[in-house]
């Protein structure tokens, strides 16, 4: 037993030990991967450029009923941009795979005249009138590494119509080639330099500079700023391999408005919609969690022919089709911060105070174990201070020394002590007793009993 308890003390001190090396080595970098069970939901609004809420009707779209009228329109508007991305099929321990749907719906319009109305929506599986409340929607499919959160290519596909009943989703989704750039999650341990990142309306990557830092809801983020260069839409070709509707338009010059030398009022002129943008996103940066986002952006019609052939006035025609800045909520950015909260916690569980307890705990187990063990050792080495039991001679074990019960009658001379001469020694058994036997008795010890 003496033995036991140190050497078990000393196992499992020394496994607490190994743990507490181990979980940082290993079980960390198992943390530090996309979560299978990702679902962000995101809500922005329209808010005026320099960021402040409040307005009414903060941005500008293009009025779609003014196709089959007199003359194009734009209506100021108020919009929600929504989105949802979840974990979907094929997702595994080295991949995952995001589809992120996104709407933006018209809450609120004013016309030219202040006439304001709120459009409606139509149920699903209805046709959408040019007065629907719904304004677009996508849904985006992509897959990324689980450890560094940048596209792999296996899933890369952009979903721009609804799938008709019984039809497939790839017919009604185009493919998209060579995107690196984060976008909806940024790599763990983000540095302050450059990362790309992916713009969905335009498919393209830019390079979302940094800017600083800043602390959001008591989270530490990092500022990046994406500048999306200015894209002419019609060449983003829809599922069947054309300009996606609403991208390219022609009409007469009288319908867009356009006066000037070398143009007639009948004259057809073709415009496309171009987009361009500046993206912000702050991200946590131990995680790789947005934790908000601002997008300024602005689509506009124009002419795609900006030679010295084409008349001035077409050259220098622009047509705002959406221009608005788009603002996470605030509930959405305390959602995300408190996300950001809890991967930062689970991290430092498993990366700081687990190996520190487990540290410490072992130690303790091997210093109890070193302790029981020399104190185990001292015990089987003490000596015993406490002399041995004296045993009498072989010849004395036998008799018995008696004194008479007094002297006799002129036995010694005056002055002796009396008490020493009756003194004598019984004989051994078997000795020939002295002659005088009268002062001695003979006792025999009795043998033990069997």
């Known amino acids: 037993m003496r033995r036991f308890v140190p050497a078990v003390l000393a196992f499992f001190g020394a496994a607490c030990i190994a743990a507490a090396i181990a979980i940082p080595l290993y079980l960390v970098p198992q943390l530090k991967v996309v979560p299978l069970d990702l679902d ?46 979840i974990i979907i099929e094929p997702s ?14 018209i809450d609120r319009l004013r016309d030219a005249e202040g006439t304001e109305t709120e459009p409606t929506f139509a149920a699903a599986g209805e046709t959408r009138t040019c007065e629907d409340g719904l304004l677009t929607a996508t849904i985006d499919r992509v897959s990324v ?96 391999g054309e300009a996606a509707l609403g991208t390219m338009l022609t009409m007469p010059a009288r319908w867009w408005g356009i006066t000037g030398r070398g143009v007639r009022a009948n004259d057809p002129i073709t415009m496309h919609r171009y987009a361009a943008a500046t ?61 950001a909260s809890g991967y930062i916690d689970q991290l430092k569980v498993g990366g700081v105070w687990v190996p520190i307890i487990l540290g410490i705990v072992g130690l303790i187990l091997l210093i109890a174990a070193v302790l029981l063990f020399f104190r185990g050792r001292r015990d089987d080495t003490r000596v015993d201070d406490t002399p041995p039991p ?15 019960d007094a002297p006799p009658a002129g036995a010694a001379p005056a002055g002796a002590n009396p008490w020493e001469r009756p003194t004598e020694q019984i004989p051994k058994v078997g000795d020939t007793p002295p002659a005088d036997d009268s002062a001695t008795r003979t006792f025999r010890k009795q043998p033990p009993p069997e």
């Open 40 to 85: 962000i939901t995101s809500d922005a609004t329209t808010v005026a450029a320099d960021g402040s809420t409040g307005e009414r009707f903060p941005a500008v779209i293009f009025d779609r009923c003014s196709v089959s009228e007199d003359r194009a329109r734009t209506l100021e508007a108020h919009l929600t941009q929504q989105r949802r991305s």
């Open 92 to 105: 595994d321990s080295r991949q995952a795979s995001l589809q992120s749907a996104q709407t933006v719906r």
């Open 145 to 240: 590494n689980r450890k560094t959160s940048a596209p792999n290519g296996a899933v890369s596909s952009l979903q721009l119509e609804a799938v008709p009943e019984g039809g497939n989703v790839n017919d009604v989704s185009v493919a998209i080639d060579n995107r690196t750039g984060y976008q909806y999650k940024f790599g763990f341990d983000v540095q302050q330099r450059d990362y790309p990142y992916y713009d969905l309306n335009t498919r393209q990557d830019c390079a979302a500079k940094f800017e600083g830092e800043e602390t959001i809801d008591g989270v530490k983020t990092y500022h990046f700023v994406c500048d999306v260069p200015e894209t002419d839409l019609s060449n983003l070709p829809n599922a069947q």
């Open 279 to 339: 993206r912000h996103v702050w991200v946590e940066p131990q995680t790789g969690t947005i934790v908000d986002g601002r997008e300024d952006q602005h689509q506009y019609f124009k002419s795609p022919d900006q030679s010295d052939a084409t008349p001035q006035a077409v050259r220098d025609f622009r047509m705002d089709a959406l221009k608005g800045t788009f603002k996470w909520t605030d509930d959405t950015v305390s959602n995300q911060a408190g996300k």
């Open 390 to 404: 004296t045993t009498p001679p072989a010849d004395e074990r036998d008799t018995t020394l008696i004194k008479r």
